[in-house]
């Protein structure tokens, strides 16, 4: 979208430019979209709350593509452009379970965002278009093929020089792809059970949402802390207590437990 900062919300040339190129080949190769048309999409996607809402959001028709124009529209009337840029780059998929350029940066490089270099900022703007395919960690070839597409057209628009554009696709990919992974899930927990059961309870609870898909998302989308009564410290030393006298695994069979108690007034 390289006129991002000059259209209303709707490039029409590219538009045309896509229409062109895919009638001629007889297939979709060009998107006409622009950042802020793809910025309602993920909003209307992310806000469903039925799978009729899910298919309105993401079906390949003209009405999705009309109605996402006229939202795009009125949303540019209302927010500045790094106001939309800001919002798509939080909320975009960057692959590998990265939502947010900040949460890409970081699973990637292991830095902020702010903090990339010509390259790594390349790579991740490559990626958004299909992150499962362009995942620099899962393909990495791939990603940096893209890559120096991305960078081909940096150069072309005069954002970098043909100097830094040679220099820059000779790096592979693997050279400066740093990845952090992070624990996602009950599996990964220190307590597994406990944190199942507080998951379950969240999602079961009406006080979290009035349906079960409202707590679901709700619990992935929310930014919830959950503070809960497990005190990780009490309870290492409570497991290693037990297990002085009844290892894991002892021929006696015998089970036992602890009971914590914060006295009251």
Known sequence: DSRFYEHNGVDVRGTARALVTNQGSGEIQQGGSTITQQYVKMILLNNARTEAQQKAATERSPE???????????????????????????????????????????????????????????????????????DPIRNPKDSQSRRNMVLGRMRDLGYITQAQYAKAIKVPTKRYVNPRYFKNGCPTSDSPYFCDYVLNYIRNDPAFGPTRKDRVTLLKTGGLTIRTTLDPGDQRSSQNAVENYIPVGDPSQKASAISMVQPGT
């Open 64 to 134: 999705r593509k009309l109605r996402e124009a006229r939202f795009a529209i009125a949303m540019e009337k209302q927010k500045t452009k790094e106001q939309i840029l800001n919002g798509y780059l939080n909320i975009a998929y960057f692959g590998s379970g990265a939502y947010g350029v900040e949460s890409a940066a970081q699973t990637y490089f292991r830095k902020n965002a702010d903090q990339l270099n010509l390259l790594e900022a390349a790579t991740l703007a490559g990626a958004v278009q299909q992150p499962g395919a362009f």
